[in-house]
């Protein structure tokens, strides 16, 4: 217990002493870590925007004119069990003239055209939406071959091929969100790394010195390492605090192009997360930088 | 039973250059013993190997019948705690001041605070240095902290004390201090290994001298002179 109280208390004088180098290298950590919450960010916003587009698709399955409520409403019992769908609504045939009516009001083309009919020329449906976009040729299959006696159509295959944009669309997004958080990482780990590496580099003579007069790899490994707990502690705050008003600003202008995208709100909402997956990443970096960086001087004989 | 053994030790240089050719050499146990020889005659390797800074492309080196190069990485410490080590270029601590550069010896060693504080305070004293105690190296003058360097060798009290070349940057009468304190230390029981290729000072102490030249021994006798 003495022995890492003396550690600890070496490590954290060494961090006071070497005032410049300790502020370089916290200057950078930080830098990597607003990385890291643009990096989350971009995740949030590359998922919601694929799934808004995605809750934009779905498909709907027509019922012959005769066909009983009651057993439309049982196939959309037996949908609402697949694994694959999110939801189904049911629309009367009544709804469907409603509706049909709602939009067209200022189209008197089109209300005359209907009045000329005789009866209610809808059919009802039910709309259904898939978890996943690449699970809609599944479901357009489901129903054709369970349904098809009460069944007039799905429009599946009128939508097949805007469906499949969307969802390579939607792939894409994901892939590059994905990518460009991987390489931008990549390269914020490689600074940082090389950051620790180059301060561990200038205390090389310090570490062989410590060896020569009998100090075990432990003693003079402990104080680097807790030099790097400081600096991830002090950078992943220093982050954290820089972060806030940075997104406070950005926020409102992100919401005009996509109103459900709220950062402020995720961000004051995951307050605690966030901060611990800064701490969590600013301490780790620091220290498993500093061990790695320290364990080829302490190999040497 | 000697207390160090060099048993034909041989470092050679990937280049070619020879630093030792087959040194054999055994030192007793409470010895006073002076290395001599021009600059590059392999005193500074000799002594390195010791503490296994450098190791030797051929032979063995023993201290009380082990293998200093057989040592565990984990074991290596503990024999560098009963080696004190006075370097020519001296190898303090550069962040930290005088008394912390003796404390951390004892640190290490797991000494309580209090006997940590008493125990640096007065080696600080013996050295002269109690009123620099707050100072870094860097502040101090190459007298300073070639005594500083003695009192971080000294601080727990180790078997053996090597010091190499410990008077090369001082002036005559930092000198003698250094040659005062180094025999004060031998009459304590430590194995003194000293290299100098300072004739005075040798010929005045009368002790036993080898003569290295060339990475090889030309001579070796209990009450040396110096003869190149």
Do not use: C
């Amino acid at each position: 217990m003495e022995n890492f109280k003396r550690i600890f208390n070496t490590g954290a004088l060494n961090f006071w002493r070497n005032g410049w180098l300790s502020t370089a290298t916290v200057g950078v950590m930080v830098l990597t870590l607003l990385m890291v919450v643009m990096l989350i960010f971009i995740l949030i916003f590359t998922y919601n925007l694929a799934g808004e587009l995605q809750n934009k698709v779905d498909i709907s399955a027509y019922f012959k004119p005769d066909t009983k409520e009651s057993s439309i409403l049982r196939v959309k019992e037996d949908l609402e069990g697949l694994a694959q769908i999110k939801s189904v609504s049911y629309v009367s045939q009544d709804e469907a003239l409603y509706s049909f009516k709602e939009k067209h009001k200022n189209d008197p083309v089109s209300l005359q055209a209907l009045a000329e009919l005789e009866g209610n020329p809808f059919e009802a449906s039910l709309s259904v939406s898939a978890k996943d976009i690449k699970n809609y040729q599944f479901i357009n299959d489901y129903i054709y071959s369970r349904y098809q006696d009460i069944l007039d159509n799905v429009n599946y295959p009128e939508n097949q091929s805007v469906i499949n944009k969307i969802a390579s669309f939607i792939m894409g997004i994901r892939i590059a969100g994905l990518t460009m958080t991987v390489i931008l990482a990549l390269i914020a780990l490689l600074v940082s790394f090389n950051t620790i590496r180059l301060v561990i580099y200038t205390s090389r003579e310090e570490i062989r010195i410590m060896r020569l007069v009998g100090a075990t790899n432990w003693f003079v490994r402990g104080p680097f390492l807790v030099n790097g707990f400081l600096q991830g502690v002090i950078s992943s705050f220093l982050a954290f605090v820089i972060s806030w008003p940075i997104i406070y600003y950005f926020s409102p202008k992100i919401k005009i192009f996509m109103p459900s995208m709220d950062f402020n709100y995720y961000f004051t909402s995951h307050f605690f997360l966030i901060y611990l997956i800064l701490l969590f990443v600013g301490v780790g970096i620091a220290v498993l930088g500093s061990a790695l960086a320290i364990r080829r001087y302490l190999k040497e004989y | 039973m000697p207390l160090i053994l060099f048993d034909a030790v041989s470092k050679l240089y990937p280049h070619g250059s020879v630093v030792l050719d087959k040194v054999n050499l055994a030192i007793s146990r409470g010895e006073f013993i002076s290395i001599v020889g021009p600059s590059g005659a392999g005193k500074t390797t000799l002594l390195r190997m010791l503490i296994a800074d450098v190791i030797p492309t051929e032979g063995k080196v023993f201290v009380d019948d082990v293998d200093v190069h057989r040592l565990h990485q984990k074991e290596l410490p503990f024999l560098r705690r009963r080696i004190g080590s006075v370097f020519q270029d001296y190898k303090l601590l550069p962040q930290k001041t005088a008394f912390e550069n003796i404390a951390f010896v004892l640190e290490f060693e797991g000494k309580n605070l209090s006997e940590i504080n008493k125990t640096t305070e007065e080696v600080l004293e013996i050295v002269g240095m109690q009123d620099k105690a707050k100072h870094f190296p860097g502040e101090l003058s190459g007298g300073e902290k070639q005594r500083l360097a003695f009192a971080r060798a000294l601080v727990n009290h180790p078997e053996i004390l090597l010091a190499d070349e410990p008077t090369g940057n001082l002036d005559p009468l930092n000198t003698w201090d250094v040659v005062r304190l180094l025999l004060k230390i031998h009459e304590g029981g430590t194995t003194v290994i000293l290299t100098s290729h300072d004739k005075e000072i040798i010929n005045t102490l009368n002790n036993r001298v080898v003569t290295l030249d060339n990475g090889k021994i030309v001579s070796d006798e209990k009450k040396g002179r110096y003869i190149l």
